[in-house]
């Protein structure tokens, strides 16, 4: 089910170094995965997105790799920028229900 | 290209009040959505409307209702307002809907978000 909190769990990273962003999800049957980014009073926008049929998909700095044996997803951004920090989300597209469902989310600080 | 546009953008309502949010897409997308997100949660999907003509509830619909006017708008309406409903919509479109789409089809894109305070 879904994880609920009051305050989202904080990744501090210093300028420069590489990122990985955590996300568990929940449903063994979910077919496809997406990573969005929300920064500060903007809605949330595309970042990669992974098939339940691959381990692992490059952009441009970033990476999304995929564990379903432990339903684990992970996103890592290279080479760290003031410009990355925001809240990510991880969200995943599940079979039978016909939506997309996403986590609570991740604020990533980038330390100048 | 203008993307996905919601209004208004800021929104206080007394308790019982009603109103409607308006939400716009130009990239003849045939899905769109709404959600809500509250502090220190994810999105929350109220409604969908996978094509013109078809509405359907998500997880919270309890409060609310929409209308797919065309392709290009669906709108959320609080008939009567009630504290618990304080939160940042967000509404979001996609060309394609469901698991028989291809992936790139259900990506959201999403509009700037409307603040709602209902006192």
């Known amino acids: 089910g879904e994880s609920v909190g009051l305050h989202l769990p904080t990744l501090s990273v210093q300028e420069g170094d590489n990122s990985i962003i955590n996300c568990a999800y929940s449903?063994?049957?979910?077919?496809?995965f997406i990573w969005y980014k929300q920064e500060s009073g903007k809605g949330p926008q595309f970042i990669i997105d992974?098939?339940?049929?691959?381990d692992k998909r490059q952009g441009q700095r970033v990476t999304v790799l995929l564990n379903k044996t432990v339903k684990h997803l992970s996103l890592q951004i290279a080479a760290t920028q003031p410009g990355d920090s925001a809240v990510y989300f991880c969200?995943?597209?599940?079979?039978?229900?016909?939506?997309?469902?996403f986590g609570t989310g991740t604020k990533l600080q980038v330390i100048p | 290209n203008a993307g996905v546009t919601q209004t208004p953008k800021f929104q206080v309502l007394k308790t019982g009040q009603s109103m409607t949010l308006q939400c716009a897409q130009d990239m003849n997308h045939n899905s769109m959505y709404w959600y809500r997100q509250d502090p220190g949660m994810g999105l929350r999907l109220i409604y969908y409307s996978a094509s013109e003509g078809t509405t359907d509830k998500g997880e919270v619909p309890n409060g609310y209702n929409v209308s797919r006017l065309n392709k290009r708008e669906f709108s959320l309406r609080l008939e009567s307002a009630a504290p618990s409903q304080t939160s940042v919509y967000f509404c979001?479109?996609?060309?394609?809907f469901g698991t028989g789409a291809p992936s790139g089809a259900n990506v959201l894109t999403f509009g700037a978000g409307s603040r709602l305070t209902v006192l």
């Open positions: 969200a995943e597209r599940t079979g039978g229900y016909q939506k997309v469902t």
């Open positions: 449903n063994s049957a979910s077919d496809y």
């Open positions: 979001a479109s996609s060309p394609l």
């Open positions: 992974i098939r339940s049929n691959m």
